[in-house]
């Protein structure tokens, strides 16, 4: 993949407010924008994230489907988490494949970053394939707000929840996916 073109970041003149919620800070700035204009805009600062696309030897995609408070449903995505304070973004989704999934991967490919909502949020998110897939005996503990259900879908199976639309599903998950697609030449 080639190298991403380097940030251009705006000039923080003034910070208005800023709230504190769990791993994200929310903030309303004066700021000046690299062309010169200035104004207020608010952003939500975010320690990034990680997501594997997990796909086991027969072909089948470990999807979950999950509860997402935000949008008050269940959708289905890939495996992913926020990252912890200094972690590699591989370390981590290695251990948010284990705790969300119930697998663990012996072969890892990445599959760059994407941003999710670049109008009103820093974080990046960073992308992997993971493969060589084994089942735990026993899954670890994940966070006490995680309601998760595993899912094994085929290739079929989940093109047809994205193209359909019966199923709420996310921008990383769709991305990652197509991502992954293009990786394998699928």
């Given at each position: ?18 709230i504190n919620a769990k791993k994200i800070q929310f903030q309303i700035n004066t700021i000046e924008l690299p062309i010169g204009v200035k104004g207020e805009f608010g952003i939500i600062h975010h320690p990034g994230a990680s997501l594997a696309v997990p796909i086991t030897d027969d072909g089948r995609i470990v999807v979950l489907r999950q509860y997402r408070f935000a949008v008050s449903r ?113």
């Amino acid at each position: 993949m080639a190298p991403l073109p380097p940030p251009e970041p705006s000039k923080v003149l003034k910070t208005n407010c800023s709230i504190n919620a769990k791993k994200i800070q929310f903030q309303i700035n004066t700021i000046e924008l690299p062309i010169g204009v200035k104004g207020e805009f608010g952003i939500i600062h975010h320690p990034g994230a990680s997501l594997a696309v997990p796909i086991t030897d027969d072909g089948r995609i470990v999807v979950l489907r999950q509860y997402r408070f935000a949008v008050s449903r269940r959708i289905i995505e890939f495996p992913a988490g926020t990252l912890e304070t200094g972690e590699d973004p591989l370390t981590s989704m290695k251990r948010e494949l284990q705790e969300e999934s119930g697998y663990t991967a012996l072969k890892w490919d990445p599959l760059g970053i994407m941003v999710p909502c670049p109008g009103y949020s820093d974080e990046v998110i960073h992308l992997f394939l993971a493969r060589d897939l084994k089942l735990l005996n026993q899954k670890p503990p994940g966070d006490a707000d995680e309601d998760i259900e595993v899912i094994l879908m085929t290739k079929k199976e989940l093109e047809g929840c994205i193209s359909s639309g019966d199923e709420a599903l996310d921008g990383k998950s769709i991305t990652a996916w197509h991502r992954a697609c293009q990786y394998l030449n699928l």
